[in-house]
């Protein structure tokens, strides 16, 4: 049995702009999704995941088509719960399979999800569950993978689940932890201070593909939406150059920037504005969606407890959090006891 985790992320900056080749600087955040994989004697995916409704819920199978959860729950959920973890587990056996010319494509595995991310909330939670599955898979197998290796295979798996509308930014991220940088295929990690990072949350969640061919749309139909996207390209490279001179006032003007873009481009929400608001006024230094955006979190700089405090007694939002950069990215861990482990 093996236990991986690895991280989810907030974005300083450059959300949307990265899926067309503008750079983007994602943060990993202290809350982390932790996959344990078992090596079964048969075929079959049996898939256990907690935190996927009020009880969770497991499901066996061994292609898609054939699931049979344990609870009632409608079939969309489950296939969207199990496109990330079946992408995730074949890209582990393609990695098994390169480097020890095995041929392990009939391997079965049982794999049981727990995560602190919530889920299609900005926070990159299938990034994170994509990029720990594929290091628990591997190494379960014997296979020890670089965290550059396991972030392309993530990458691979959520373009390929997302169809096309992935940037490498969320899985690079996950994988190396800290503060990185991406833009098309050249991810690295920079240097970044500890950052005040607070979090708010509306308890909703955006639809990542369909937010993204909504700006896809507003720039191909539109010179300034495509003028939009290249300035939040410009925002990136200034803020760059914030985080290296640790100029918090300025990250977080430029964050405030940022967010005024991504607004005009459509995908925030009352919600997300509201909080986005109430973390100004109580003097953030800036305060921005992050991710995919339409509902699920923003992103605040404060040192203070005062942007959390004002952020909880606002209307809409469900949480609020001070979030710790993690400067750790994909790691193993200890395997739940097995207590935990019961019905998976
Ligand atoms: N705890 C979990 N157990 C199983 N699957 C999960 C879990 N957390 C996330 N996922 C998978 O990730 C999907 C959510 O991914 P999505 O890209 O929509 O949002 P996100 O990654 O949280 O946010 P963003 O991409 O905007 O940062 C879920 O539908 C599910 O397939
Ligand atoms: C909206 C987006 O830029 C970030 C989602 O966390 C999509 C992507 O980069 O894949
Ligand atoms: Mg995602």
């Known amino acids: 049995m093996t236990t991986s985790s690895a991280p989810g992320k907030v974005y300083l900056f450059g959300e949307h702009a990265v899926v067309y080749g503008e750079p983007a600087v994602p943060c990993a955040i202290e809350r982390r999704a932790r996959v344990t994989a078992e090596r079964r004697d048969d075929e079959l995916l049996r898939v256990h995941a907690d935190d996927l409704s ?3 819920f497991t499901v066996e199978y061994s292609g898609s088509s054939e699931s049979k959860p344990d609870v009632a729950v409608s079939e969309s959920l489950i296939d969207a719960a199990m496109g990330y973890v079946d992408a995730a587990v074949e890209q582990a056996r393609e990695a098994v399979a390169e480097e020890r010319g095995e041929d392990v494509s009939e391997v079965g595995f049982d794999i049981t999800i ?3 991310i919530p889920l299609g909330a900005g926070l990159g939670s299938s990034a994170a569950v994509t990029v720990a599955g594929i290091d628990a898979a591997t190494r379960e197998l014997g296979v020890e993978l670089s965290p550059e290796t396991v972030a392309d295979r993530a990458f691979q798996a959520e373009y390929e689940v997302q169809s096309g509308e992935a940037s490498r930014a969320d899985t690079f991220c996950s994988a190396m932890g800290g503060a990185v940088r991406v833009e098309g295929d050249d991810c690295r990690r920079i240097e970044a201070p500890d950052l005040p990072i607070v979090v708010g949350f509306d308890g909703g969640a955006g639809d990542t593909g369909a937010l993204v061919a909504g700006v896809r749309q507003l720039r191909e139909e539109y010179d300034f939406a495509a003028d939009t996207i290249e300035a939040i390209g410009d925002i990136v490279r200034e803020g760059e150059q914030a985080l290296a001179e640790g100029d918090i006032a300025e990250l977080g003007r430029l964050m405030d920037f940022n967010h005024g873009l991504l607004e005009a481009l459509g995908v925030s929400s009352r919600s997300l504005d509201r909080m986005v608001w109430a973390a100004r006024d109580a003097g953030a230094e800036g305060a921005k969606l992050t991710g995919a ?14 942007t959390s405090t004002a952020l909880r007694f606002t209307p809409g939002c469900e949480e609020a959090f001070r979030a710790e950069l993690d400067r750790d990215g994909v790691r193993v861990e200890q395997p739940p006891s097995d207590d935990r482990m019961e019905g998976a």
């Open 54 to 56: 009020l009880d969770g």
């Open 114 to 116: 727990e995560s602190d």
């Open 293 to 306: 955006g339409g509902g699920g979190c923003v992103v605040a700089l404060d040192e203070t407890d005062e």
